[in-house]
């Protein structure tokens, strides 16, 4: 039998587990689609629900769903806080 191919672990070099909490905490979901060429991001929150256009590989779509969950907070939570 064959060894089974190992695949490589993505390179995620910011993480922001604030931002991440403030996003879980008010609603908003942010996870991959598989796509024809790639993956997109796609953002949920309530019944809004919005597809990146952006195509991006497998090694790279995690880093950009941190940045994501970063762009909502800048935009939202810094200003905002939820009680």
């Known amino acids: 039998m064959g060894r089974a191919l190992k695949k490589a672990s993505p390179k995620i070099k910011h993480m922001n587990y604030k931002a991440q909490l403030w996003c879980f905490k008010n609603g ?3 996870f991959p689609i598989l796509g024809n060429k790639g993956y997109q991001i796609r953002i949920e929150r309530g019944g809004n629900k919005f ?3 952006t195509i991006y ?3 790279d779509i995690w880093q950009e769903i941190w940045n994501t969950y970063q762009t ?3 935009k939202n ?3 905002k806080r939820k009680e």
Do not use: Q
């Open 72 to 74: 909502i907070y800048d």
């Open 28 to 30: 908003y979901r942010v």
């Open 77 to 79: 939570g810094s200003k």
């Open 57 to 59: 590989k497998e090694a």
């Open 51 to 53: 597809v990146a256009t």
